[in-house]
Each structure stands twice: as structure tokens, then as C-alpha cells.
T-cell receptor
Framework: DQQVKQNSPSLSVQEGRISILNCDYT??????FLWYKKYPAEGPTFLIS???IKDKNEDGRFTVFLNKSAKHLSLHIVPSQPGDSAVYFC???????????WGAGTKLIIKP | DTGVSQNPRHKITKRGQNVTFRCDPI?????LYWYRQTLGQGPEFLTY????????KSRLLSDRFSAERPKGSFSTLEIQRTEQGDSAMYLC???????????FGEGSRLTVL
């Protein structure tokens, strides 16, 4: 059973527009959420995180929104740039152990 | 470059052979994690260490898998009697205690023929 789901395997967005990546989770005990970016032949790279006591966290062009009642989080990238083309993974954990449970990833393609 | 280092980057082996992967974490990080990733999936937790102590091990990790972190520095992941289903990317990550931000290595890709 998948505790963290990313239902869109891929997403194509025009350069300069907003990219919105979505993630759903089932375990209401999760209290820490992260987004990672992965380029081919590289390991995942941390992007941004959010604790369950917040509903929004912003870092430059990246904003993560958390809706606890819907068990849903999203990553917004504004404006999208060609270098943002990568696979984005959503991950969730308990603060107590940081054992991350990962989604399957969404491949983001930024079109020039 | 003082990031997480893994080797070998790619290992091809025949079924039934043993393989060992090594991970050198970022020096000031006391937590070290091993994950496995197959195509089209997110990383899957295998085990993690805090310093030299192995604190948690996934139920998915069969007895053929063993990991060590002697002296709390580098770590090795050994797979004995490899099977074709073991073919995957094996990722190592490290972090400081008390943070969830993991720093990943580039991974070691295992192909079992």
C-alpha cells in the first residue's frame, strides 16, 4: 500500500509559467514533508520542506503548501525555468525518526 | 568536493555472487541511510545508522542483505547470493541528527544477470 502518492507521472509546462506538482498521503501521523529534485545519473537533492504545524513554506521560486485535512501537499515553482526539468519526489516522515516514505515521482518538463 | 561518495557506481554480477557497496558520508553527519530505487519508483528505505549503531532495518530487507558502519564513518552494504530481483540503484544518504534533510550520493547501480 502506497502511503505517499504522486498521481502524475509527468508534467509539461511552458518556460516562465507556474509549475504545480501534487502529492497525497494516507498516514495522518506524518508530520514532516519534503520535496526532492533528481536529475538523471544523480542522487536526489533536497529542495524544500514543511512541518505539519505550517500550511505554507516559501524559498525563492519554490513554495510548498500543506492541506492537512485533505492530506495533500503541492509544490509551486514560479517562474519555471529550463533547469527545473527533472524528476520531483515528494517524501513524508515522522519527526521522531525521519524515515522518509517516498512517492514515485513526477517528471517535470519545462518547454522553451 | 565533500559530498556523499558511493562506489562502485555500477556493478554487473552473475546471479548467486556476492557484492559489496561502499558509502562515504559527509564527515560531520552522524546519520547514514541506505535506500534502494527501481525504475519508476521512489527510493525505498532499507536501513539507517546513527554513528556506528544500526537503529532500524526495513522488513523488506532479507537476510541476504547486511550493512555495517564500523567506527561511525563509512558504511558498506553487502548482498549475498544475489538474485535478479536485486537489480536496482542503491542510494546512500547522510544527515545531521535532528534534521530530515538528507544528502544523497550518486548511487551504485547493480545489475544481476
Amino acid at each position: 500500500d502506497q502511503q505517499v502518492k504522486q498521481n502524475s507521472p509527468s508534467l509539461s509546462v511552458q518556460e516562465g509559467r507556474i509549475s504545480i506538482l501534487n502529492c497525497d498521503y494516507t498516514n495522518s501521523m506524518f508530520d514532516y514533508f519534503l520535496w526532492y529534485k533528481k536529475y538523471p545519473a544523480e542522487g536526489p537533492t533536497f529542495l524544500i520542506s514543511i512541518s505539519s504545524i505550517k500550511d505554507k513554506n516559501e524559498d525563492g521560486r519554490f513554495t510548498v503548501f500543506l492541506n492537512k485535512s485533505a492530506k495533500h501537499l503541492s509544490l509551486h515553482i514560479v517562474p519555471s525555468q529550463p533547469g527545473d526539468s527533472a524528476v520531483y519526489f515528494c517524501a513524508a516522515s515522522l519527526y521522531s525518526n525521519y524515515q522518509l516514505i517516498w512517492g514515485a515521482g513526477t517528471k517535470l518538463i519545462i518547454k522553451p | 568536493d565533500t559530498g556523499v561518495s558511493q562506489n562502485p557506481r555500477h556493478k554487473i554480477t552473475k546471479r548467486g555472487q556476492n557484492v559489496t557497496f561502499r558509502c562515504d558520508p559527509i564527515s560531520e553527519h552522524n546519520r547514514l541511510y541506505w535506500y534502494r530505487q527501481t525504475l519508476g519508483q521512489g527510493p525505498e528505505f532499507l536501513t539507517y545508522f546513527q554513528n556506528e549503531a544500526q537503529l532500524e532495518k526495513s522488513r523488506l530487507l532479507s537476510d541476504r542483505f547486511s550493512a555495517e558502519r564500523p567506527k561511525g564513518s563509512f558504511s558498506t552494504l553487502e548482498i549475498q547470493r544475489t538474485e535478479q530481483g536485486d537489480s536496482a540503484m542503491y542510494l546512500c544518504a547522510s544527515s545531521r541528527q535532528g534534521t530530515g534533510e538528507l544528502f544523497f550520493g550518486e548511487g551504485s547501480r547493480l545489475t544481476v544477470l
